[in-house]
């Protein structure tokens, strides 16, 4: 079929790239059709961007945002090497100028696709690059000479096409700098308010997958200055909303449980950060000068939340991205509970397991789980899953929650369907379960040896089932 895009004829490229999308969405056969599309044919699509006919380019976009769910590396790699990624970032912000259907596929086409660290990234960074290749001894004087006549004539988004074009160093392009992440803030929250008007079909709920993807890209970044962005802009809050909104697709609740899990492991760098701070100002203001100021301060001070799985630091949700102080645990849970898609539920746990990070404060992690009434619901849920990554997930939580000796020498813990279930995974799970479910299978065992109670028959039992293993 990808003979037909040989042809001149712009009908038939038209047809044939529509073919392929009934294809690929409404039989759902992309699993197939990318089997056949690596290397020249993704190569010959992406092509199909520089199209001047704006039905083709549509089309394209169209088909590559579909196929980018199963093939984003390849891609992401023809996109880098025709350098049409900031076309694509161009489309998002074209208010007015594009098609919104072009604008929808372009952002959901970036969600999909993997992007390296330097291609979202901020403005100071990358002028170090550029400041890099300007001071490189092997460049011409002509270049550089050109490199800062471009700087001043056509401005930032010409400079990096330059030093691509001329320096093959297509990882220097930023897709996604740092102001396109208020702008998704502000597009999204249009969008759900319907301040887009009404979108027809199903372009809306595609438009805000494609926007969260976009956020994903954000939180996955370690670099400071996005950060310090994110915490500006409550990125942690956006995400929480996105999954409580009761009109949020499947998509949309994955992609917020995964951002609430990528900042809730950046939540210990903020936190060590700030204590720092604080105890630096403390030594500064002089110990009795300090003591003076907070006994003679007459200001109310807003409530704090003491966190326990920050050792009982006083957490800011929007400042260290705690989902304990952003009271994100209950919502989660409920998600865990409710009849949701496996992907969400991966998502759910992936966030909730970030309590149990710290192996040296479990029982805090353990302790604000009970709170939230969580551990329970993920014992269930093990008990009743199937083999993959959910069930890796749980049994992983489990393990951990073991560990605990106050919590798991409780009565609720100790139950005949998560020994077997502890045993079904051990005898057929993967390696890395079976490592998990024989971890906890052995923490159990110390629990009924030191436990003690009316339950006697039932640990005997739960004995010789351990014996078995």
Not at 66 to 92: P, Y
Not at 118 to 141: G, S
Not at 145 to 158: A, K, R
Not at 433 to 453: E, P
Request: glycine share 6%; hydrophobic share 45%; proline share 2%.
């Amino acid at each position: 079929m990808l003979f037909f895009f040989l042809s001149t004829s712009e009908y038939i490229n038209v047809k044939t790239l529509c073919l392929l999308m009934h294809i690929c969405h409404i039989l759902d056969l992309t699993v197939e059709v990318t089997t056949h599309l690596h290397g020249k044919g993704i190569t010959t699509l992406v092509a199909f961007l520089q199209d001047p006919e704006v039905l083709n380019q549509l089309q394209v976009l169209r088909l590559l945002s579909v196929l980018s769910l199963h093939m984003g590396a390849d891609i992401v790699t023809a996109l880098r090497s025709t350098n049409q990624l900031v076309r694509l970032k161009e489309l998002l912000q074209a208010k007015g100028k594009v098609l919104l259907e072009e604008q929808v596929a372009a952002a959901n086409l970036l969600a999909n696709i993997p992007l390296t660290e330097f291609e979202v990234n901020n403005f100071k960074k990358i002028h170090q690059v550029l400041m890099t290749h300007f001071l490189d001894p092997f460049m011409r004087t002509s270049d550089r000479v050109h490199l800062v006549w471009c700087s001043i004539e056509h401005g930032y988004s010409f400079l990096l096409r330059f030093i691509t074009v001329h320096h093959h160093c297509a990882q220097v392009i930023c897709v996604l700098e740092v102001d396109l992440l208020p702008w998704s803030i502000t597009t999204l929250d249009d969008v759900r308010n319907g301040k887009m008007g009404k979108l027809p079909g199903r372009l809306g709920l595609a438009f805000q997958e494609g926007l969260a993807g976009l956020l994903l890209h954000f939180a996955r970044n370690s670099n400071v200055g996005i950060l310090n962005v994110i915490r500006e802009e409550r990125l942690f809050k956006v995400f929480q909303e996105l999954l409580s909104f009761q009109q949020s697709s499947a998509v949309v609740k994955e992609r917020a449980a995964l951002g609430l899990q990528l900042l809730a492991t950046k939540s210990t760098l903020f936190m060590s950060k700030d204590i720092e701070e604080e105890q630096q100002q403390q030594k500064d203001s002089g110990g009795f000068f300090f003591c003076c100021t907070a006994l003679f301060h007459t200001e109310v001070a807003e409530p704090v939340h003491t966190c326990l799985v920050h050792r009982g630091s006083n957490c800011d949700p929007n400042m260290n991205f705690c989902l304990v102080a952003g009271d994100a645990l209950v919502p989660l849970v409920e998600h865990l509970e409710e009849e949701q898609g496996q992907r969400v539920r991966e998502a759910v746990l992936g966030a909730l397991s970030t309590l149990l990070f710290d192996e040296s404060n479990l029982r805090g992690g353990v302790t604000e789980l009970l709170k939230a009434g969580g551990v329970q619901p993920i014992i269930e849920l093990f008990c009743t899953v199937q083999q993959g990554e959910l069930q890796e997930k749980a049994v992983w939580m489990i393990e951990r929650i073991l560990r605990t000796e106050q919590y798991a020498q409780g009565h609720t813990i100790i139950n005949q369907g998560l020994f077997q279930a502890l045993i079904e995974a051990f005898k057929h799970g993967s390696p890395t379960t079976r490592a998990l479910a024989q971890d906890s299978l052995t923490h159990l065992k110390q629990i009924s040896v030191v436990s003690s109670g009316p339950r006697g028959k039932s640990r005997v039992l739960q004995q010789r089932c351990l014996h078995q293993l």
